[in-house]
């Protein structure tokens, strides 16, 4: 068998020595080239000293360029016990440096991670399984305490779920929780995308890698009242603010235009109009008129 340049066999013979046929319910769409695994682990590098924790390696192909590149060790978490033995595999050609979980991302605490991890820093590399993506991104912004656990995200999403990570007021269609919550606590961008005939099997979109980094001092507010504001907002994103907010307002018994007033927002604008300082300004707004009831 020729054996790819690290020394482990080709992704393609893996998959059919374990018998990894993938699985929509998993969200599994393999990469089998390794030039595009070793873009996206330069994409989350330098990685020397650093600790990578990948949500869902399948086969293996991100891990062993995370590897490849120098990681000083890799978390892999994959909930699909098929394939386990296939990462052994990497395990052995690594030795010491690829930790293997069998878990539920959604179900993991951070801590088991800052526990594995040792004292090395933390990045987040994935190609994330589409169905849980988003669910675990949220997660990663809600940490506290905050700076997080980790010190960077490189991830892969459908494109219009990178859209909507990225977006600016500018971008209206796309600007909304995700963009507000992503906005705050880290600077975010697209890397490149990739097409889906990359992929095994081929989703039916193209896919974005992303970088988060965490702003190390985002601007102080409360996460529960900015969530609160953001749900009643962008729940009835072409309503103006002043009759969007209006049960969000009263819950803090005052008018939604007095809570408007005190954060400096016009009330009548749109929730997608207001820019990620404007909802930071109505979160710390509504925590004074809280505390002063
Ligand atoms: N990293 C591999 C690659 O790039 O070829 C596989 C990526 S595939 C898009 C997503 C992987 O996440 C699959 O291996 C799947 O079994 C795994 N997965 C799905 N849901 C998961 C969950 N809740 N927790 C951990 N892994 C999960």
């Known amino acids: 068998m020729t054996l790819a340049q690290d020394g482990l066999p080709p992704l393609r013979e893996v998959v059919a020595a374990f018998d990894l046929s993938p699985k929509k319910s998993l969200g599994q769409n393999f990469l089998f080239d390794l030039n595009l695994t070793g ?25 062993r360029a995370l590897l490849a590149h120098g990681a000083k060790k890799v978390i892999a978490v994959e909930r699909d016990a098929r394939c386990l033995a296939a990462l052994q595999a990497i395990a052995a050609h690594w030795p010491g440096r690829l930790d293997i ?7 993991l605490e951070a801590r088991l991670l800052v526990d594995k991890a040792g004292r090395a820093p933390i990045r987040i590399c994935a190609n994330l399984p589409y169905n849980v993506a988003t669910a675990l991104l949220v997660r990663w912004l809600e940490a506290e305490p905050w700076p997080p656990f980790y010190e960077r995200l490189t991830l892969m999403f459908q494109r219009e779920v990178a859209l909507r990570i990225v977006a600016t007021p500018a971008e209206r269609a796309d600007y909304g929780r995700l963009a507000v919550l992503a906005g705050w606590r880290t600077k975010a961008r697209i890397l490149f995308d990739v097409p889906a005939a990359a992929f095994t099997p081929p989703p039916k979109v193209t896919s974005s890698v992303v970088e988060l980094v965490p702003r190390a001092e985002p601007a102080a507010c409360d996460l529960r009242l900015l969530s609160g504001l953001t749900q009643a907002a962008f729940g009835q994103r072409r309503k103006m603010l002043r009759q969007s907010l209006k049960s969000f307002a009263a819950s803090l018994r005052v008018a939604s235009s007095d809570l408007l007033v005190a954060a400096g927002v016009d009330e009548t604008r749109r929730a997608e109009e207001v820019d990620v300082d404007g909802f930071v300004a109505l ?4 925590e004074k008129i809280h505390q002063s009831h």
């Open 39 to 63: 873009r996206i682990a330069r994409a989350a590098g330098p990685l020397d000293g650093v600790a990578v924790v990948e949500i869902g390696p399948g086969p293996g192909g991100l891990t």
């Open 101 to 107: 979980v069998e878990a539920d991302a959604l179900s």
């Open 283 to 286: 979160a710390r707004a509504a």
